[in-house]
């Protein structure tokens, strides 16, 4: 039997390729989100080129509790603020305190739809509450000595 055949090697390899490539949060990022959400974040683990994501339709990332996956790229994801904070607030401000759950997820999408369930409408308008402030914490952190320039 090769490797190939062996069903341990299949169960070891697919949640691998399923979950995506898990990235690294840039130390710049990492301290700018732990402003705006007032505690640690590092503790989130980030995949990219995830083929979860893709069992969510158009979704273009989609979180579980201590998780992100995201359909795309890191990089992308890392340099578009609105998103990051979305994604954060479903995690940090949802998924952590239990409010979040896959139950309470789709309770609210026959209720309500996508759009309207409580869990969007909270983390979009977290998102856009703090966008600003958080491209503003990017740029002074991305240039240490800006006081020079």
């Known amino acids: 039997m090769g490797w190939f055949e062996c069903p341990t090697v299949w169960i070891i390899l697919l949640p691998v390729t399923w979950i995506g490539r898990a990235i690294t949060l840039p130390e710049t990022v990492g301290s700018s989100l732990e402003v ?4 640690p974040v590092h503790h989130v683990q980030v995949f990219e080129h995830s083929l979860f994501v893709r069992l969510h339709g158009r979704a273009i990332a989609t979180t579980r ?23 954060y607030c479903h995690v940090i401000k ?8 896959i139950w309470s997820y789709a309770v609210e999408c026959l209720r309500r739809g996508y759009w309207n369930n409580r869990f969007e409408v ?7 509450a703090h966008a600003n402030r958080l491209r503003s914490l990017l ?11």
């Open 139 to 149: 740029r002074s952190t991305s240039y240490p000595n800006n006081a020079s320039r």
């Open 122 to 128: 909270e983390a979009r308008a977290f998102a856009d």
């Open 36 to 39: 705006l959400f007032e505690g």
């Open 94 to 101: 949802q998924w952590e305190p239990r409010t979040l759950t």
């Open 65 to 87: 509790r201590g998780r992100i996956y995201l359909r795309g790229s890191g990089a992308e994801f890392f340099d578009n603020p609105w998103l990051m904070l979305h994604e």
